[in-house]
């Protein structure tokens, strides 16, 4: 059993943030019967279903829908930039949705102030069917201290920014640091180093290529389909192996696992 996997229902995204590292695949959305066959093969091997690898999934048409046919085998957890939100507000199946604030960008056209309100009134109607809020924040971002200031006054709180800080019942905010994507053009290498993918989590991209985690987003690492490939033909695989096996040994086999540095931001 996977504690979660992520699962890319889409790679189109309504930003172009600085910090995100973007994808060339071809831009698509899952569509429903994909979606369907996934659930089905991934029902007996983890709970817990991340609605998100790279772009915004609350872009995608059917985003209601979605959620509505994996609550039924599993908890749903969406990461989303939040300028979408309103579209999932009344949506009673999702048990956690995480916020990422430093995606604010006053060039995207909206205020602060309404993307805050927006997201706060939004997250107040998704409590009361008890989702869990979890707001992010990067420390560097240089609207932190207008965001927590209106987080305060919104709430009536005094946040202090760490690792979780607890707003309100189901309600939190925790801080996080930048870090470099990982991508074979990396200028650092390092073949030490664990990992937790393949242990406790996996990715599935919009096409169906299975990653190891979150983090490749071009799909560079391929241990296999999820549409033609059954999931424990690919976990009996030698890549699958040679790389979990690696990371038990403070080893990183794949060129790819050697240039991230998401580790090293800690």
Known sequence: MFKKVYVEITNHCNLQCSFCHGTKRTKEFMSIANFQTILTK?????????????????????INELIDMASSSFYLN????GYLITKIAHNKNIRQVNI??????????VSLEDYLESICNSCALLKKNKTIINYRLWVNNPYKKEIINYL????HTNIVLKKGFKIADNIFIEKDEEFIWPSLDNDFQNDKGTCK???????ILVDGTIVPCC????????????????IETVMESDLY???KQ???????IHKLCQKCAFRLKK
């Open 42 to 62: 991934l029902k007996p091997y983890t709970k817990y279903l991340y609605l998100h690898l790279m772009g915004e999934p609350l872009m995608h048409p059917n």
């Open 78 to 81: 969406i990461t989303t930039n």
């Open 100 to 109: 990422s604030l430093h995606s604010f960008n006053p060039q995207n056209k």
């Open 152 to 155: 305060n006054n919104y709430y």
């Open 197 to 203: 993918a393949l242990k406790d989590h996996l990715g």
């Open 215 to 230: 983090l490749d987003s071009e799909g560079i690492i391929k241990l296999g389909n999820i549409y033609t490939d059954e």
């Open 241 to 243: 192996q040679s790389l």
């Open 246 to 252: 690696g990371f038990k040994d403070n080893k990183r």
